[in-house]
């Protein structure tokens, strides 16, 4: 039991932080106290989901992975040359291979609205890719608000709790448009690599869909994805929070410095009631995103934690810039290997852009 207690201080405190909120007291993290008319405690939890907990080290973060691999995925999808962006011209992802691109119409009537997504492989990673773009422009913006508000979160077969209707029908939309089709030829032939599932913004929340629609279609194991959401808003309850970190070993969502749309819905815009929540971990990077820079991996889910501890002064630069590239532009340019031109102006970090 002292071996127990010297080799794993982390799960015991989890733990015991877990009974202590499921007794309804309030926990705080600094001193490990449960008390519940605790007072004056800097990090005090209330819910389970909020416990301090890592992540499984052999599920572990690599900055390195995210900021020369997955930054180069989920900007990619932002143009046509998606080739180009692993490796034609600039030696990215030499490995990699795109497979296909889908695009479908995502509002039932506009056809200016559309989902985009593709599929990849990496032999030499042995790894297989579905990466989906994040929204793009004002009116599939509007078309979110819309079906957020108008048909909130509902429950789907095999998932726990409850997540947006408009995203889990947007995600449909490509499954059904060949998506599925594209994936299911890619593990035939390669049945044994692991499967990335990535996305920035509205990218990232299709990724979570995905994922969890993966898993409880028996299609995959949870253990041989890897999901890598980017900049997204909350989109399911506390249950489904609850359930997809309880069910995705590797799933790690990125947040950049003050970026305001991470902040978004903490309620469901429906009824206006409704907690929502992001799945674990959030892993915050309180700066540029240069190589070297800091970053927090979140030992607290979703309160007022990590990124959400701030909220002045949010902006949708720091949603633009991930790794220091202005992700959408440099997607459509082909990622060139020259990031220099995008990288985000010093005063940008500083200003409000609201739109
Ligand atoms: C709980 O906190 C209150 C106020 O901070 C304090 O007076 C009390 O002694 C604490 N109880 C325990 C069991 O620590
Ligand atoms: C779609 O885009 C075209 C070109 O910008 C525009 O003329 C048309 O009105 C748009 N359709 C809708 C339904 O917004
Ligand atoms: C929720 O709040 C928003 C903003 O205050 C309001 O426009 C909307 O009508 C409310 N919806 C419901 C269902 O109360
Ligand atoms: C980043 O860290 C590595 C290893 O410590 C070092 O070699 C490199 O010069 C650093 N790069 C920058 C841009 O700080
Ligand atoms: C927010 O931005 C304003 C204007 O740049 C600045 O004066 C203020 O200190 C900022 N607030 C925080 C908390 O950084």
């Given at each position: 039991?002292?071996?127990?207690?010297?080799?794993?201080?982390?799960?015991?405190?989890?733990?015991?932080?877990?009974?202590?909120?499921?007794?309804?007291?309030?926990?705080?993290?600094?001193?490990?106290?449960?008390?519940?008319?605790?007072?004056?405690?800097?990090?005090?939890?209330?819910?389970?989901?909020?416990?301090?907990?890592?992540?499984?080290?052999?599920?572990?973060?690599?900055?390195?992975?995210?900021?020369?691999?997955?930054?180069?995925?989920?900007?990619?999808?932002?143009?046509?040359?998606?080739?180009?962006?692993?490796?034609?011209?600039?030696?990215?992802?030499?490995?990699?291979?795109?497979?296909?691109?889908?695009?479908?119409?995502?509002s039932?009537?506009?056809?200016?609205?559309?989902?985009?997504?593709?599929?990849?492989?990496?032999?030499?990673?042995?790894?297989?890719?579905?990466?989906?773009?994040?929204?793009?422009?004002?009116?599939?913006t509007q078309q979110l608000f819309d079906g957020y508000a108008n048909y909130g979160i509902q429950s789907y077969?095999?998932m726990g709790g409850k997540i947006f209707k408009v995203i889990y029908d947007s995600f449909m939309?490509?499954?059904?448009?060949?998506?599925?089709?594209?994936?299911?030829?890619?593990?035939?032939?390669?049945?044994?690599?692991?499967?990335?599932?990535?996305?920035?913004?509205l990218?990232?929340m299709l990724?979570w869909v995905?994922?969890s629609?993966?898993?409880?279609?028996?299609?995959?194991?949870?253990?041989?994805?890897?999901?890598?959401?980017?900049?997204s808003p909350r989109m399911g309850d506390y249950d489904f929070a609850?359930?997809?970190?309880?069910?995705?070993?590797?799933?790690?969502?990125?947040?950049?410095?003050?970026?305001?749309?991470?902040?978004m819905f903490t309620v469901n815009p429906h009824d206006n009631t409704t907690a929502l929540f992001h799945?674990?971990?959030?892993?915050?990077?309180?700066?540029?995103?240069?190589?070297?820079?800091?970053?927090?991996?979140?030992?607290?889910?979703?309160?007022?934690?990590?990124?959400?501890?701030?909220?002045?002064?949010?902006?949708?630069?720091?949603?633009?810039?991930?790794?220091?590239?202005?992700?959408?532009?440099?997607?459509?340019?082909?990622?060139?290997?020259?990031?220099?031109?995008?990288?985000?102006?010093?005063?940008?970090?500083?200003?409000?852009?609201?739109?």
């Open positions: 039991m002292l071996l127990l207690l010297f080799l794993l201080p982390g799960l015991i405190s989890a733990e015991n932080c877990i009974t202590c909120v499921g007794a309804g007291n309030k926990w705080c993290v600094e001193s490990s106290q449960c008390n519940s008319t605790l007072t004056g405690c800097q990090t005090p939890i209330t819910l389970q989901l909020n416990c301090p907990t890592s992540p499984n080290p052999k599920y572990a973060y690599d900055d390195n992975f995210m900021r020369t691999q997955q930054i180069v995925l989920a900007s990619a999808s932002h143009g046509d040359q998606i080739q180009q962006c692993f490796e034609l011209v600039y030696n990215q992802i030499p490995t990699m291979k795109l497979y296909q691109v889908r695009t479908v119409q995502c039932p009537d506009n056809p200016n609205i559309t989902c985009r997504g593709f599929t990849a492989y990496d032999v030499s990673q042995q790894a297989l890719i579905i990466s989906f773009r994040g929204s793009h422009g004002d009116d599939q077969s095999g939309l490509l499954w059904n448009g060949g998506m599925q089709q594209d994936l299911r030829t890619l593990k035939y032939k390669y049945p044994g690599f692991e499967l990335w599932v990535n996305g920035h913004s990218g990232g990724s995905a994922s629609y993966l898993v409880t279609s028996g299609l995959y194991k949870t253990e041989n994805i890897k999901v890598i959401a980017m900049a609850v359930w997809y970190t309880a069910t995705f070993p590797y799933s790690y969502h990125i947040v950049h410095r003050r970026d305001i749309i991470p902040r799945p674990r971990t959030e892993v915050w990077y309180n700066n540029f995103m240069n190589l070297n820079d800091t970053y927090n991996i979140c030992q607290e889910a979703d309160g007022n934690y990590c990124s959400a501890s701030v909220t002045d002064n949010l902006t949708m630069w720091d949603h633009i810039y991930y790794f220091n590239v202005n992700m959408p532009q440099w997607g459509r340019d082909g990622c060139p290997q020259n990031r220099t031109p995008y990288s985000q102006p010093l005063d940008t970090f500083f200003y409000k852009l609201v739109v």
